[in-house]
């Protein structure tokens, strides 16, 4: 038996699944997109033109959820399956979209520039506890309208890991489709082994804005796997009930299933979210709040229900800097989503509000993440009779330690964490030099990053990649990209 947490009763994820069914008739969903409203109604759903409103009835919803996948993988760009969207499988990609990094001499917040996101994508290469990459950071070095491709334009030249991404504007998704194409060789392939998939938000409560549908429009045409990231807030864009916030989430998520199998029938997607229980206090959304982890768990819950891949980020802190808060907050949520069978967690390495990445924290998750995998293993016979043989020979002697029989299963019961995790003696650990969790990491990290083995990709397939994103940021007044090295 493997362990499981769970949070709802079936009874209730039903009610949630009816009431989302109920609140997409009524009032309907707002979409500012004049494409995806003609696509609604010339499928059954009733539109306020004035106030861009659509009402979808459950029929037409229901049959949308059917024809999504069950499950579907990612691969690495050497083509092996490397993320597998289903069932209970557990995986996990570093947070993105950072607007700031920790620095990691001062331990300050600073934007990123592109040697960071460098640095970033050959840490997260190294971390074989990490399933697959992301655009984590956004660099500040280059114009924010091109700020979407170039950091894909990075992360493709370093990567052998899928990606996590998603696009900024209507205009540059197709651009990135473009890289992506580069990257694997033709269309083709992209479409039947994709290496990424994009984040596409609803917005709260119950609105779809034009750029969101038309990247959600793009993706499914072009087979490009999607991760709906709906956001209910609890008690300020949402209902401040915990159940509220489900069904609003339910609702705004079932929308979005539905433009995507309109777009494209059997288009995957994934049922996502980041949402949050608002901080009475400070007005503020916590990551970290027990009532975030439980809402996330819970709408998880109501994607498997429905027979959807499922995502959550999970396992962010709320705290600037990596300190004991942070470590509480990103076990806690790390460990839950591996026990209640998150496909894909977004987590390692966010921090404040979701908008700053430290790579010391990434290190320092991935131990965890390495915790919640073996975890979920469970405990297993691995012999019959398991004790009564070996225990009858031993006695009562007690030198296990000598045993075949240890040498041949303490790989397999026992996690064996880095150096990262300090199980050494005071003595040792003062030999050593006294060095706190953070300097470990700080260490660990530059020593993973010189490890780095480049990318396979040939110098042909570099210049395109370089080439397709230099012809965007031409257009917005940058006539070369800045000068880093993929070595």
Known sequence: MKPKFKLLEKKLIDQIISEGLEILMNPGVKVHNDETLKLLADHGAEIDLDEKIAHIPEELVLKAIDTAPSEFSLYTLDGEPAVRYMDDEVHFNPCSTALTIVDSETQKQRPPVSEDMVKFVKLVETLPQLDAQSTSLVCSDVPKEVADIYRLYIALNLMRKPIVTGAFRSDTLLIMKDLLVAAVGDESTLSEKPIAIFDVCPSPP????????????????????????????????????????LVQHAAETMSGVTIAQLAKKGAPVVWGGSPSALDMRTGNTPMGAVETWMIDIAYVEVGKELNLPTNAYMGLSDAKVVDTQCGLEAAGGILLASLAGVNMVSSPGMLDFESSQSFEKVVID????????????????????IATTIMAEMGHRSDYLTLPHTHKWFKEELHIPSKLVDRSSVEEWEREGSKSMFERARDRVNQLVDSYEPSPISSDVRTELNEITSKAAKKFGMDKLPDISFD
């Open 206 to 245: 119950l609105l779809w804005s034009d750029l969101g549908c038309q990247n959600l429009l793009d993706c499914a045409r072009a087979d490009l796997p999607v991760q709906f990231i709906s956001m209910p807030l609890t008690g300020a864009t949402a209902p401040i009930t915990l159940t509220g916030a």
């Open 366 to 385: 991935s131990e965890i993440i390495a915790m919640g995998k073996r975890l979920v293993q469970g405990i297993e016979a691995r012999e019959n009779p």
